[in-house]
């Protein structure tokens, strides 16, 4: 069964744990789950296990395979319970990512699987950003980019190159961010498996 081993949530140290070890593997399980249940052309029961798990929160769902990004699909605002957001982005990033193929059921077992679960967005000063905390959302007209609070981290950005990495998600120029974007700034408990 699912998860092999589960990592901490090392990109959120400004705020103490809102989901308990239970519950993050019951949410990595449920994505597993939804994965699986997909390939085999069936459903699966979303019914939240607790009050908690019920509550309507954004999520974004990633998948790694042998060490690489495989699909990241999620929902920014709150649509439903987080459990069934959970299930309907891991599919998506399995299945509906249009940087990737489909995962394949030969690869699904060896996927690992990282989820985000954020606070709602609000409006931030370039200066305010700051990188371990915040995930982005730079829009301008129809164009908007998001990055989470993790992939600064990951590619060891500074605030300035986080900004302007996150305009060019949007499709926009590095420097739009300083020339009337809109900038907002979201937190996320961020838990995966090893």
């Known amino acids: 069964m699912y998860p092999p081993s589960e990592k901490a949530s090392r990109y959120s140290p400004f705020e103490s744990a809102e989901y308990s070890p239970d519950e993050r593997r019951s949410l990595l399980n449920l994505a597993h789950r939804s994965i699986e249940s997909a390939l ?33 699909i999620g929902y920014v605002l709150p649509t439903g319970p987080l459990f069934e957001t959970v299930a309907e982005t891991a599919r998506a990033a399995a299945f509906d ?14 996927l690992t699987i990282e989820i985000s679960v954020l606070s709602v967005p609000q409006p931030i000063q370039p200066q305010d950003v700051v990188i371990g905390k915040h995930g982005l959302i730079v829009s301008s007209g129809a164009r908007r980019g998001l990055l989470l609070p993790q992939v600064p981290q990951e590619w060891d950005w500074d605030r300035e190159t986080f900004l302007a990495q996150t305009c060019m998600k949007a499709g926009l120029p590095r420097d739009a961010w300083k020339c009337g974007a809109s900038i907002q700034a979201f937190t996320a408990e961020v838990f995966g498996e090893e």
């Not at 990512?97 to 060896?110: G, N």
Request: glycine fraction near 10%; hydrophobic fraction near 30%.
């Open 40 to 72: 085999a052309g069936q459903s699966i029961d979303t019914t939240p296990p607790n009050k908690h798990l019920a509550e309507p929160r954004g999520a974004f769902t990633t998948l790694h395979l042998g060490g690489q990004l495989r699909g990241c």
């Open 97 to 110: 990512d249009p940087r990737f193929r489909p995962v394949t059921a030969h690869e699904a077992p060896y």
